[in-house]
């Protein structure tokens, strides 16, 4: 376990591979195989009009894309959800797609958030300190929708799975669904969330939950997160199960675990409550090599998600980004890079 390296598994990026549209932002790639073999991701978009960030929290929706192989290009089929009023929880924002299948139903975990303002318009300007941007922000909650197709209807909960805590790390916010769901039925979500520090919140941390069921309830395992937020700053977890334990890879954000700020790391457990970072501890970079032989550093390599068939993780998903990161490029998209057999 300790000597895997997982940056190793991974080879050249197709270059016209993945997930884009024209005149919207792109990210947050979820894929799954349909019964008809066929590939489907669930991704978040929002319109151009809007700053990538922080138009993501006022305006994605979920969308579904479809692929004859998973290399793709997949190719836009139906909004899956949307906005739906600011009475519900998730009424504006829809985001961080996680796609399941779990016997004969689909399990889409997402984040919602909501906000009691006017919505806003092509040509309105918006910063981090519009009022609608911080109370979408401090709405931040984790759902769950279920269809027994993946085309739908989506069973859409009028409560969040899972809250915040008052006086926890989880205080302010959670958000960036992981789970597994096991045989049983039972799940095992690790999530991202913020905690309340006065008027303001704290840095990201990452929590884990536990349901018996995957229709809930949800409970966290504990009163502290899983790594110390001071000296392992991460978000965008996704995790599975080997044999002999729990994997993870998730973004560095400040790149003083694997060495790189803003690319992968990669974390063992045997229980999936106790965490530790594997020896090698570099999943993947911001640098890519494609397919070409080309080789380019991404603005961003964010919310990795792994494809499995017949047990094993073959392609691996990023949501990415042209400009030179902090979110200032002018054009987003999901890829995939092919993995090499384990």
Same mark, same amino acid.
């Given at each position: 376990?300790?000597?895997?390296?997982?940056?190793?598994?991974?080879?050249?990026?197709?270059?016209?591979?993945?997930?884009?549209?024209?005149?919207?932002?792109?990210w947050?790639?979820?894929?799954?195989?349909?019964?008809?073999?066929?590939y489907?991701?669930?991704?978040?978009?929002?319109?151009?009009?809007?700053?990538?960030?922080?138009?993501?929290?006022?305006?994605?929706?979920?969308?579904?894309?479809?692929?004859?192989?998973?290399v793709?290009?997949?190719?836009?089929?139906?909004?899956?959800?949307?906005?739906?009023?600011?009475?519900?929880?998730?009424?504006?924002?829809?985001?961080?797609?996680?796609?399941?299948?779990?016997?004969?139903?689909?399990?889409?975990?997402?984040?919602?958030?909501?906000?009691?303002?006017?919505?806003?318009?092509?040509?309105?300007?918006?910063?981090?300190?519009?009022?609608?941007?911080?109370?979408?922000?401090?709405n931040?909650?984790?759902?769950?929708?279920?269809?027994?197709?993946?085309?739908?209807?989506?069973?859409?909960?009028?409560?969040?799975?899972?809250?915040?805590?008052?006086?926890? $790390?989880?205080?302010?916010?959670?958000?960036?669904?992981?789970?597994?769901?096991?045989?049983?039925?039972?799940?095992?979500?690790?999530?991202?969330?913020?905690?309340?520090?006065?008027?303001?919140?704290?840095?990201?941390?990452l929590?884990?939950?536990?349901?018996?069921?995957?229709?809930?309830?949800?409970?966290?395992?504990?009163?502290?997160?899983i790594?110390?937020?001071?000296?392992?700053?991460?978000?965008?977890?996704?995790?599975?199960?080997?044999?002999?334990?729990?994997?993870?890879?998730?973004?560095?954000?400040?790149?003083?675990?694997?060495?790189?700020?803003?690319?992968?790391v990669?974390?063992?457990?045997?229980?999936?409550?106790?965490?530790?970072?594997?020896?090698?501890?570099?999943?993947?970079?911001?640098?890519?090599?494609?397919?070409?032989?080309s080789?380019?550093?991404?603005?961003?390599?964010?919310?990795? $998600?792994?494809?499995?068939?017949?047990?094993?993780?073959?392609?691996?998903?990023?949501?990415?980004?042209?400009?030179?990161?902090?979110?200032?490029?002018k054009?987003?998209?999901?890829?995939?890079?092919?993995?090499?057999?384990?």
């Open positions: 376990m300790e000597n895997e390296r997982f940056i190793d598994r991974l080879l050249p990026a197709p270059i016209h591979g993945g997930f884009v549209m024209k005149d919207y932002w792109i947050c790639g979820s894929v799954i195989k349909g019964d008809d073999g066929r489907y991701m669930f991704a978040s978009r929002w319109p151009k009009y809007l700053p990538m960030h922080p138009g993501w929290l006022l305006e994605s929706e979920i969308v579904l894309a479809v692929s004859d192989t998973p793709g290009p997949f190719k836009f089929q139906e909004v899956v959800l949307t906005s739906r009023g600011a009475q519900y929880w998730d009424g504006r924002s829809v985001h961080n797609p996680f796609i399941v299948k779990y016997k004969d139903h689909y399990l889409l975990y997402y984040m919602g958030a909501t906000h009691p303002f006017d919505d806003i318009s092509p040509g309105d300007e918006l910063t981090l300190e519009d009022p609608r941007v911080i109370v979408a922000r401090a931040k909650r984790i759902g769950l929708a279920i269809s027994q197709s993946v085309h739908g209807p989506w069973k859409r909960l009028d409560a969040p799975i899972l809250g915040v805590r008052p006086g926890h $790390f989880d205080s302010f916010l959670t958000s960036n669904p992981a789970p597994f769901v096991d045989e049983s039925g039972s799940v095992l979500l690790i999530y991202k969330a913020r905690r309340y520090v006065g008027n303001g919140y704290s840095d990201m941390a929590g884990a939950a536990w349901a018996d069921h995957y229709e809930g309830p949800y409970r966290p395992l504990r009163d502290e997160p790594f110390p937020p001071s000296q392992i700053h991460l978000e965008d977890p996704f995790i599975w199960k080997a044999d002999d334990g729990y994997r993870m890879i998730a973004k560095d954000m400040t790149g003083n675990v694997c060495g790189e700020r803003h690319a992968g990669y974390a063992l457990s045997e229980n999936g409550l106790d965490w530790r970072i594997a020896d090698h501890p570099k999943a993947y970079s911001r640098t890519v090599l494609w397919e070409d032989g080789i380019r550093k991404m603005g961003n390599f964010e919310r990795p $998600f792994l494809l499995f068939e017949a047990g094993r993780p073959t392609h691996l998903y990023a949501a990415t980004s042209d400009g030179d990161g902090n979110f200032s490029g054009n987003t998209w999901n890829m995939v890079i092919p993995l090499k057999s384990e």
